[in-house]
C-alpha cells in the first residue's frame, strides 16, 4: 500500500489527562481514560499509514497494566521507525492481563493433540482465533511457519487485542479443542514481530518465513536488520530445555557430584567433607550454602549408595544372614583372633564353649520362645558383652529401651533381634506379666506414640533376646522375693553362668566371620 513520505510525519500525541475512576462519558472537552485513549491513538496511526517510509510510533502503558491499575498518564513504550528503533525492554515473564502475545503452536507426537503439519498458516490462524469468544478478536496479527531440523514444522502468531486480557482462559479453551500452544508474553506487539522476521544469533535468514500472513491493513514492516539484543522468548522446552539447565547448572558441584565423591573416598561425616573441600573450589561453595544440611546430604548418600544390600537383606532370614556371615574373611588382628579370646574367657569359667555355641544357633535360628533367649550372667569384665557384639555386625538390632520414657520400645518392630546390654527389670518398661509372655514367644501389645500410629502396636515377631546381667531377673513383690514368679522367669532364659572377671582386659573388635563360623560349628 501506499504510505506518505518521512517528511509528512505523524502528529505526536497531546499528554492524556486522568478521568476519575467512575466517571461518566467523557464530554467532547474531556479525555478518555489513559488506556482508552493510548490504544485509540495507536489504532489511529497503525491503520492511517499509507506510505512505505513513514515513521510509526505505538503509544500507550506498559502492556503488563490492567486497564485501571496506573495512574500514570500514558506513554510511548515502543517505537519503530523501520530501522531498528525499538526500546529494548526485557520481556514479562507475568500472568498479569497483557495486549500483546507470541503464540507458539509447536510439533507433537501425541496422537490426540492436533498437529501443526496438518494444516496451512491461514487454517492455523482461524482455528485459534475461533476459541478468542468472549475475548475480542486481536486487531494486528502475523501468522508465520518454521520448521525444526527435524522436519516437523510449528506456527508462531504475533497477536495485539485493543483490550488487555489473560491468556489461560483462552489456553484452557485451546486445549479443549485439541490445540496445545504456548504464549510468550512481549512489552509490545512490534517486539514479537520483531523477533519472527529479523535475524539473530539463534535465527538465519534461511528460518525466517519469506511471506508471513499478516492482519488486514497491516502497517508496513521495513528495515529490519540483526540486532542481538532483542529479547526472545523461551527456548522450545521439546528441544532445548535439557540444553539449558545443563547451562545453568555447569560449574556448579551438585548433589550428583556428592554423591560420586562419597562413594569414591567413603565419607562418613560431614567435618571430613568439609576437611576435603579445600582441592575443589566449587566444593568449598557448597558447604557454604548447605551448611545445615551437609550430614544429612551425606547420610542421603550413603542410603542411596547401599540401598541395593539393605533392600536385599530385608528380605533374607537370620539364617541366611548367617550363612552369609560365616563367608567373610576374617578381620582380627591375628587370625581367628576372636575365637581365640572366647575360648579363652570359656576356659577360665569352666563353661563348655559348646554350650554357648548351641544357645546363641537355637536362638537365632528359632527365635524367642521359652528356654532360646539367651542370658550371659556374671561380675563386670567377664566377657559377657565381647561375646554378644558380634550379633550386632550381622543382624539389625534393638538395644536396651530407656526405663522412664513413654514409649520405651518404639524402636523395636522389624528389628531381626533384641539386645539388653546389662540389663536390670523395671516395670516402668513392661509390667511383669507381659515380660513372661514375650519371652515365651506370645504376642504383646507395645505403647506408640499416636502422632505415627492410630493404636498400640501389636508384636508378634519371633526375634530372639539375648542379654547380659550381674544376675538373674527377681521377682520382688512387697518388699519379698516371689519364689515362683521368679522361677518362671527363669525358664523363659539359656542362662550361661560366669564367674570370674578378666584380669587384664584387652580390647578386641569384634569378628563377624569368626562368630559366624563358631557358632556354626555347634
Wanted: net charge neutral.
Amino acid at each position: 500500500m501506499d504510505v506518505p513520505s518521512s517528511s509528512d510525519s505523524a502528529p505526536e500525541l497531546a499528554p492524556i489527562s486522568k478521568r476519575p475512576r467512575g466517571a461518566g462519558s467523557a464530554s467532547p472537552a474531556v479525555r478518555p481514560s489513559p488506556r482508552g485513549a493510548a490504544i485509540a491513538a495507536a489504532e489511529k496511526y497503525v491503520h492511517a499509514a499509507d506510505s512505505d517510509d513513514e515513521v510509526i510510533r505505538f503509544h500507550g502503558r506498559d502492556a503488563g497494566t490492567s486497564s485501571d491499575s496506573s495512574e500514570a498518564s500514558a506513554e510511548s513504550h515502543c517505537s519503530y521507525d523501520g530501522m531498528g528503533g525499538l526500546s529494548k525492554r526485557q520481556p514479562a515473564r507475568t500472568t498479569a492481563h497483557r495486549r500483546s502475545y507470541l503464540i507458539t503452536w509447536p510439533h507433537t507426537d501425541d496422537a490426540t493433540k492436533k498437529k501443526p503439519d496438518d494444516y496451512t498458516k491461514e487454517q492455523a490462524r482461524n482455528m485459534i482465533f475461533q476459541c478468542y469468544t468472549p475475548i475480542p478478536r486481536p486487531t494486528l496479527h502475523c501468522t508465520v511457519a518454521e520448521r525444526h531440523q527435524s522436519g516437523h514444522g510449528h506456527f508462531h502468531i504475533a497477536v495485539n487485542s485493543t483490550d488487555p486480557y489473560r491468556h489461560l482462559d483462552l489456553t484452557a479453551r485451546l486445549r479443549a479443542s485439541g490445540i496445545y500452544v504456548r504464549f510468550d508474553e512481549f512489552n509490545s506487539y512490534f517486539e514479537a514481530v520483531r523477533y519472527l522476521q529479523e535475524e539473530s544469533e539463534s535465527k538465519d535468514a534461511t528460518t525466517i518465513d519469506p511471506s508471513p500472513l499478516w492482519s488486514t491493513g497491516h502497517p508496513a514492516m521495513r528495515g529490519l536488520r540483526r540486532i542481538s539484543d532483542v529479547p526472545r522468548p523461551r527456548a522450545e522446552p521439546e528441544c532445548d530445555e535439557e540444553g539449558a539447565k545443563k547451562k545453568r547448572d555447569a560449574g556448579k558441584f551438585t548433589e550428583g557430584d556428592l554423591y560420586d565423591l562419597v562413594c569414591e573416598k567413603g565419607m562418613k561425616t560431614a567435618l571430613e567433607l568439609k576437611a576435603h573441600a579445600h582441592v575443589d573450589r566449587r566444593l568449598v561453595l557448597f558447604c557454604v550454602r548447605k551448611n545445615d544440611r551437609l550430614q544429612a546430604l551425606i547420610d542421603a548418600c550413603l542410603e542411596i549408595a547401599y540401598a541395593r544390600d539393605a533392600l536385599r537383606q530385608s528380605t533374607m532370614t537370620r539364617a541366611e544372614k548367617l550363612d552369609d556371615a560365616c563367608k567373610l574373611v576374617c578381620t582380627c588382628a591375628t587370625p581367628c583372633g576372636w575365637i581365640a579370646a572366647a575360648d579363652e574367657i570359656f576356659a577360665s569359667n569352666d563353661i563348655d564353649p559348646a554350650v554357648y555355641k548351641s544357645a546363641m544357633l537355637a536362638a537365632v535360628l528359632h527365635g524367642r520362645g521359652k528356654g532360646r533367649n539367651v542370658f550371659l550372667v556374671g561380675p563386670g569384665n567377664c566377657g559377657k558383652t565381647f561375646l554378644l557384639k558380634p550379633l550386632r555386625l550381622i543382624f539389625s538390632h534393638f538395644s536396651n529401651p530407656v526405663a522412664g520414657g513413654s514409649y520405651p520400645f518404639v524402636g523395636m518392630p522389624g528389628k531381626d533381634l533384641v539386645i539388653l546390654n546389662d540389663f536390670r527389670y523395671d516395670v516402668r518398661l513392661m509390667k511383669w506379666s507381659d515380660m513372661l509372655s514375650w519371652l515365651e514367644g506370645e504376642p504383646v501389645r507395645l505403647p506408640m506414640p499416636k502422632n505415627f500410629f492410630n493404636s498400640d502396636f501389636e508384636y508378634t515377631s519371633d526375634a530372639p533376646i539375648f542379654g547380659t546381667g550381674k544376675g538373674r531377673l527377681v521377682k520382688v513383690d512387697g518388699g519379698h522375693v516371689d519364689w515362683m514368679e521368679t522361677h518362671m522367669m527363669d525358664l523363659r532364659w539359656w542362662v550361661i553362668q560366669f564367674r570370674n572377671a578378666i584380669m587384664n582386659p584387652v580390647e578386641r573388635p569384634p569378628c563377624a566371620g569368626c562368630f559366624a563360623r563358631y557358632i556354626r560349628s555347634a
